[in-house]
């Protein structure tokens, strides 16, 4: 059976394709307050920047009546090691001393918060923890509107 390039080409591909598709980044449940009455079953997807760093920016749509476009930040506390070596070396390649310096996670529960002001004054505030080293976390958010929401991501 001859396999074109192209076909070649798009069976490369599709991996890298379906991995970018799958970054949905946080996800808002509505559980309390005239969201959750009106519409139980509706999901707010928030956008996402930095997804692999420890803060960046978010923005999303409240739902109707006002349709509010949101913008803010998250950020999540991610305790590090700074490992610091000194000493005196003889090798040829390291005459005189030897400086390393590394910095690595500490593993455990994380926690984060995110903080968004929508185009109409509404004011979305939230705490979340998270693994260290993976992008996956829970938590609660509210807002000024009187609704509380399960923060997924």
């Not at 991996?15 to 970054?23: K, V």
């Not at 946080?26 to 997807?45: D, H, M």
């Not at 739902?63 to 005196?88: F, M, N, Q, Y």
């Not at 923890?129 to 997924?152: F, M």
Request: aromatic content about 4%.
């Amino acid at each position: 059976m001859l396999v074109t390039l192209r076909a070649r080409l798009v069976l490369c591909l599709l991996p890298a394709l379906a991995a970018c598709g799958t970054d949905t980044g946080i996800r808002l449940y509505p559980i309390k307050g005239p969201i959750a009455e009106t519409s139980p079953s509706l999901l707010i997807a928030v956008r996402t920047d930095n997804s692999s760093e420890t803060s960046g920016t978010i923005s999303f749509r409240l739902p109707k009546p006002d349709k509010a476009k949101c913008t803010g930040t998250w950020s999540s506390v991610t305790p590090k090691v700074i490992t610091k070596e000194r000493g005196l070396s003889l090798t040829l390649r390291e005459t005189g001393g030897k400086v390393k310096r590394s910095t690595e996670d500490v593993g455990g529960i994380n926690s984060g918060e995110i903080y968004a002001v929508c185009n109409d004054g509404t004011r979305v505030e939230g705490h979340f923890v998270s693994g260290s080293g993976t992008q996956s976390g829970t938590g609660t958010a509210t807002d000024t509107r009187g609704n509380t929401y399960k923060l997924l991501f």
